[in-house]
């Protein structure tokens, strides 16, 4: 039986914004800026808007980081930008200028999310300590994603501590 109302997620994928590294493929690939918008459908027709969400999207494999609305918002002001530098209406320096300034915002936002406590990072180090060669390298190389960035850098600490650096899996 067909059910004749439903829900459909639409993604747009508006443009590159930024090149870094991956945490789960671990390369330094473009990203891309993408809105989810969430339709109500009839008969698997989209009819009402009811929502997005904001994401950025590793090119290579396709690892998304959920963005809020605000941080959408400044890499969306970095692809206008870019749009209006390529069609002539802006110049280099003034394409640098406001691209520099909304760089800043963002790297502000990223510290603020990398910020964790004395405490958090003490306990993700004791965290580390208690791990093995082999969990601390499936953890830095392999999962470093599934982790809060506090505990990837006491991993990779007990892993020079440790001396295991050449052991790549």
């Known amino acids: 039986m ?16 930024d090149k870094c590294e991956c945490p789960k493929c671990l390369n330094i690939s473009k990203w891309n800026l993408l809105e989810l918008e969430k339709y109500f459908t009839l008969f698997f027709i989209p009819i009402i808007p009811i929502g997005s969400n904001y994401r950025i999207m590793c090119e290579i494999c396709n690892h998304q980081e959920i963005l809020s609305k605000k941080h959408f918002i400044n890499y969306k002001k970095k ?3 870019e749009w209006l530098f390529s069609e002539n209406e802006i110049t280099a320096q003034e394409r640098n200028l406001k691209i520099n300034e909304i760089n800043i ?3 502000k ?3 603020n ?5 004395p405490e958090e990072r003490k306990e993700c180090k004791e965290l580390a300590s208690k791990k093995t060669d082999e969990e ?4 830095y190389f392999k999962e470093r994603y599934k982790y809060i960035p506090a505990m990837i ?4 600490s007990e892993i ?3 001396n295991l650096t050449n052991e790549k899996k």
């Open 79 to 81: 692809l206008d930008i």
């Open 109 to 111: 936002a990223k510290i």
């Open 136 to 139: 601390l390298l499936t953890i």
């Open 160 to 162: 020079e501590k440790r």
């Open 2 to 17: 067909i059910q004749p109302i439903g829900f459909k997620n639409k993604p747009n994928i508006l443009g590159s914004v």
């Open 153 to 156: 850098t006491a991993v990779k």
């Open 113 to 117: 999310k990398l910020n964790t406590s």
């Open 105 to 107: 915002i963002i790297e």
